[in-house]
């Protein structure tokens, strides 16, 4: 078995749509960033990645190429899947945690894992995904960014 750990955070600003989990959330605002900005799944690819000592998603998908120009981050975490996958690893689980003071996520969470868990090919069961305020301290708890966690158990197939 192997463990990995995934952070990432994105500014929030106006006039940009809110992905999270590949879900469109609804908001005044969303994140800021080369590919969609999709803080959860960004975090996720990390865990993935970490787990097998591959590097980071700035290694595999680099914000200076083009070609990820406003990606479907969901699109990404399909393309780590397949390089687990073809490491001889399952995932065991999946647990997550975004930060956000607003919008409230209890709406979007069954979604997102559904979202998560279609990505990823693995029943929705293992995947994990909390919301928490940060009692309206720091960036995230000003509504100037959103970060995400995320930490997954890989298996080896056999
Ligand atoms: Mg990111």
Known sequence: ???????????LEEGRPLIIGGVN???TK????HSDADVLTHAIIDA???????GDIGMHFPDTDA?????????????????VRAGGYTVGNVD???????????PYIEGIRQRL???MDIEKSRISVKAKTNEKV??????????AYAVVLLETAD
């Open 67 to 83: 070609r990820y120009a406003g990606a479907d981050s969901i699109t990404l975490l399909q393309r780590v899947m397949t390089l």
């Open 48 to 54: 993935l990645l970490g787990a097998m000592a591959r």
């Open 25 to 27: 959330v609804q908001h």
């Open 138 to 147: 720091g960036p995230q708890g000003c509504g100037e960014a959103i970060s």
């Open 117 to 119: 868990a279609e990505g």
């Open 1 to 11: 078995m192997r463990i990995g750990f995934g952070y990432d955070i994105h500014r």
């Open 96 to 106: 997550t945690v975004v930060v956000a003071e607003e919008p409230k996520l209890q």
């Open 30 to 33: 969303g994140l800021v960033g």
